[in-house]
């Protein structure tokens, strides 16, 4: 598989994927929450794989400016139909990835990347990526599904279920590991939380300054 059978997958679960309520709301209400008071008013914010754009609608009017981008396009025409009903001054959808001629409106002050970073197919150079594109201190804020630390039958199915299209590409690491590959990075970590309303939920929720 391939980024652009990725991008294929995504295009195909996207009208499921948005008619399907939050799974956990009252953590992702946290993750909102935190994320919002990290955030300045004159920062300039880039969002990658924001899916069909809900965090993006809810962020994008604290701030100066928010670009929101996916690597699939019919995610992205489902968010721009949400802004076309409720329009915030300052937010914009693209079709994009982190290594985009799109994301070149940089520098960001702040890159969020939320059940984003598993999915990249090159992790290192995603990373490097992100903090080319930060300003001077800028801050990277993630929340990433770490498959390594799941049920081992998860890992098990997940390669059998890529072979056959139906799921994408996703990254099999702990949340240790992660950690060191941002520190490597030139990242400082700020803050390891977990948002969790479950104990076996091992999506931890990452604040990283540049160095």
């Known amino acids: 598989m391939t980024i652009e059978s990725d991008a294929r997958f995504w295009d195909r679960a996207a009208r499921k994927y948005a008619a399907r309520p939050i799974a956990a709301p009252a953590e992702y209400q946290r993750t909102l929450d935190r994320t ?27 701030v100066a400016s928010y670009l929101a981008t996916d690597i699939s396009a019919e995610m992205i ?49 995603t990373l490097g990526r992100i903090h080319a ?16 630390e799941m049920n081992r039958l998860v890992r098990v199915v ?13 990254g099999v690491f702990t949340s240790e590991r992660l950690q060191e590959v941002l520190a490597a990075g030139g990242f400082e970590i700020v803050a390891a939380e977990n948002h969790a309303t479950k104990g076996d939920d091992h999506r931890p929720y990452i604040v990283a300054r540049k160095r």
């Open 158 to 170: 997940l390669p059998a279920m890529r072979a056959i299209g139906m799921a994408p590409h996703a």
């Open 36 to 62: 919002r008071a990290l955030l300045k008013s004159s920062d300039r914010v880039l969002e990658l794989g924001c899916g069909t754009g809900t965090t993006a609608l809810r962020l994008a009017g604290d």
């Open 77 to 125: 025409a489902i968010a721009n139909e949400k802004q076309a009903t409720t329009p915030i001054r300052g937010l914009a959808f693209r079709v994009a990835t982190a290594d985009s001629a799109a994301v070149d409106a940089g520098p960001f002050d702040a890159i969020l990347g939320f059940n984003y970073l598993h999915l990249v197919r090159d992790l290192h150079g």
């Open 133 to 148: 594109l930060l300003v001077a201190d800028g801050v990277f804020i993630s929340k990433t599904p770490c498959v390594g």
